[in-house]
């Protein structure tokens, strides 16, 4: 803008001075000197500039101007005695003769100065107008320079993304912390069994949920046409950590002086594109039963508390009482691209023991193997309507050698084929969701993979179990949620009856209010049950509450 107004002024003088004079001389002067003084009064122009004006000014009106003889000859001509008429602006006197300050020197320049000055303007102003484009274009490399670092919009949920040159920094997690009261309600001992019912003791605690604390890191990037990625995930949990089978998922210690358990879940690259499809190496969730703990409502919450009385990192939620707990295992998996909603995964990961979880001599147990798990699944999402739909089916395949027990030795090599299916299915429409999921296996045992699947005398025991669930929003920050679900083990041939667990199952029901994009407050009550093959039974009820906040 200042550098417009200069522009416009000279522009308007110029016109002005080229002007015909077919006014009046004097009336002229008057006009011209009048705006003179109003544009140097206003600080448009420097007294310089003033003063070169005037004294063309001057020099012009001065000039005797030629005109056709008429019969009034002594007023055909003006003189320059006449354009030294005196103008008055204010309380300013300027004499055309001597419209200047004293001590004052200037250059009245030729007629065509203005016109230059106005062309030099405008060279000023493009130069000026080219300068502002190559600074813009200069801070636009600098921003895209691999040395600054920037930050994508974020969105609540998916964690806070820096953008470091090729490189995305995608930093999230989740933190959640409940008060929990279990009641057990009595009865018999139960091997196996998820409820604390035979425990005679209520419990109260401050614990996590079904999710520890959970902080991750992604780097991704794309290199020669390949997308690609690396993750840390670390899930810490708030009660004092217990060496054991489980490691930070075993039981708690509530004693003084404990420390947190921190369970390394994730660690793993990916690479691939989107026409090939990904592939995956290092320790993450397997893909058997990941469909069923991803959709289980309890997964914010608590569900079957397990120990109560000495947590540990987590809960139980509905593993057990459901589905097979999925787990982090170490593979080499393939997901392909989404075909009109088609999506097939498939890995090899790392073999796991068949493990005596009930104890008393009543399953076998194994340390071999020579080939690896494989895992498979294929996924199909589809819309109808406003009805969102998915459906999934997996399977799972794994050969345990070397079968040890009370009545098998090592050295009679005895081995098993373990394997089981899944189906599921989601459906979403407008505030409703609902989830029914399936799954059957032999060798595959319950609540863990391979707890119990093979009995003491070698021979596989069959498992099956389910859940349904169902989740409506009253509001956008408010819902309700309603599960049951069930896992039975049955006996192998050749079994007879014990305190081996025949069945778990539990009600659950929650709700969960959004405070903030952040955090959620939730509150809950369970119900579990378990029973045994000898006839033995008991069962408890929970109620928690807390807040989970996730970014």
């Known amino acids: 803008m200042a550098l417009t107004k200069p522009l416009v002024f000279s522009s308007l003088l110029v016109a002005t001075v080229c002007l015909p004079l077919t006014l009046s001389t004097k009336a002229h ?50 003189t320059a005695s006449t354009a030294s008429t005196h103008h008055t602006l204010g309380q300013g006197t300027h004499s055309i003769q001597s419209a200047y300050e004293d001590g004052i020197q200037f250059d009245p320049g030729a007629e065509g100065d203005a016109g230059t000055r106005a062309q030099l303007a ?24 691999s040395s600054v670092v920037r930050v994508a919009k974020y969105v609540p949920g998916k964690g806070l993304t820096f953008k470091a040159g090729p490189v995305d920094i995608n930093f999230s997690g989740f933190i959640n912390g409940f008060y929990t009261y279990n009641s057990p309600a009595g009865g018999r001992p139960v091997a196996g069994g998820v409820s604390t ?34 993750v840390l995930g670390m899930y810490p949990g708030v009660n004092n950590a217990k060496n054991g089978a489980f490691n930070a998922n075993t039981g708690g210690s509530p004693v003084g002086l404990g420390t947190a358990g921190i369970d390394l879940r994730q660690v793993y690259v990916t690479f691939g594109t989107k026409e090939v499809g990904t592939f995956k190496v290092g320790r993450d969730l397997a893909i058997f039963g990941s469909d069923a703990i ?34 982090w295992i170490p593979q080499i998996s393939y997901v392909s691209p989404t075909i009109h909603g088609f999506q097939g995964s498939v890995g090899i990961f790392q073999p796991l023991d068949e493990f005596n979880y009930a104890g008393e001599n009543l399953s076998a147990g194994s340390t071999q193997h020579s080939s690896p798990m494989v895992q498979g699944k294929g996924t199909y999402d589809f819309k109808i309507g406003g009805v969102q739909t998915r459906i999934w089916a997996s399977f799972l395949v794994q050969h345990h ?44 045992g319950t609540t863990g993979l391979f707890f119990d699947g093979v009995a003491a005398n ?47 199952q539990s009600e659950v029901g929650a709700v969960y209010y959004s405070l903030t994009d952040w955090l959620n407050l939730v509150g809950e009550f369970a119900h579990t049950e378990s029973a045994a093959h000898n006839g033995n039974h008991n069962s408890d009820n929970s109620g928690s509450a807390g807040v989970i906040l996730l970014f």
């Open 401 to 444: 050698q070397g079968l040890t027990s009370t009545t098998i030795a090592e050295s009679q090599h005895r081995s098993a084929m373990a394997e089981a299916g899944e189906i599921g299915a989601k459906i979403t429409y407008r505030g409703f969701q609902g989830v029914a999921y399936y799954y059957r296996g032999s060798g595959l």
């Open 197 to 230: 019912g035979s425990s005679g003791f209520d419990s109260s605690s401050v614990r996590n949920g079904l999710l520890p604390a959970g902080f991750l890191l992604k780097l991704s990037t794309t290199q020669s046409g390949i997308d690609m990625s690396a």
């Open 122 to 145: 405008a060279d000023r102003a493009e130069a000026s107008a080219r300068s502002a484009q190559q600074a813009l274009l200069s801070t636009q490399n600098m921003m895209n320079s």
């Open 294 to 327: 991803l959709n289980d409502a309890t997964l914010l919450s608590v569900g079957s508390t397990g120990s109560n009385a000495a947590p540990g990192n987590t809960s139980l939620g509905r593993i057990g009482v459901g589905y097979v707990y999925a787990d």
């Open 29 to 78: 002067a008057d006009d011209y000197s009048d705006l003179l003084d109003i544009l140097r009064a206003k600080g448009s122009l420097t007294q310089r500039e003033y003063n070169t004006l005037l004294s063309k000014h001057i020099h012009r009106t001065s000039t005797p101007t030629p005109q056709r003889a008429t019969s009034s000859a002594p007023h055909a001509t003006r």
């Open 458 to 504: 070698g021979r596989k025991r069959s498992s099956e179990g389910y859940y349904v669930q169902a989740m409506y929003n009253l509001t956008k920050k408010l819902k309700v949620v309603g599960s049951y679900g069930v896992s039975n083990l049955y006996q192998a041939p050749g079994e007879t009856d014990s305190i081996l667990v025949r069945r778990n």
